[in-house]
């Protein structure tokens, strides 16, 4: 599996639980950190967890495995490392706040569509 079926393994993964706003960054050539990001927003830190949950459910099926996931307990801002996809899932206020788009705006950015 390639780093950008990947991400949209992950993408469609948190659009299964109405994540709203998914956007796929793609970071190759631009940071050292990941190759590709998705960002997406819930209505609630619930919603932020089932998000989560949904991913690593639907990466496990396919053979991939988690690396860390850190801010599952708050649920505010879950980030999933996958090592070359890294998923973010966000309440929509801490996701304005945060801005990553912005930040890693040097990078090709499209919206997931189902």
Not at 59 to 69: C, D, M, S, V
Not at 94 to 111: F, Q, T
């Amino acid at each position: 599996m390639t780093e950008a079926n990947l991400a949209e393994l992950a993408a469609a993964a948190a659009s299964d639980k109405k994540a709203r706003d998914i956007v796929i960054l793609d970071l190759e050539g631009v940071s050292l950190v990941a190759d590709h990001f998705v960002i997406c927003s819930a209505n609630s830190t619930t919603q932020v967890q089932a998000i989560a949950d949904n991913i690593e459910e639907r990466l496990e099926e396919a053979g991939i495995t988690l690396l860390r996931k850190e801010g599952y307990r708050e649920a505010r801002w879950i980030l999933m490392d996958y090592g070359a996809c890294v998923a973010h899932i966000f309440v929509e206020e801490d996701r304005r706040y945060y801005s990553l788009e912005r930040l890693w705006g040097d990078a090709k950015s499209y919206s997931y569509q189902e």
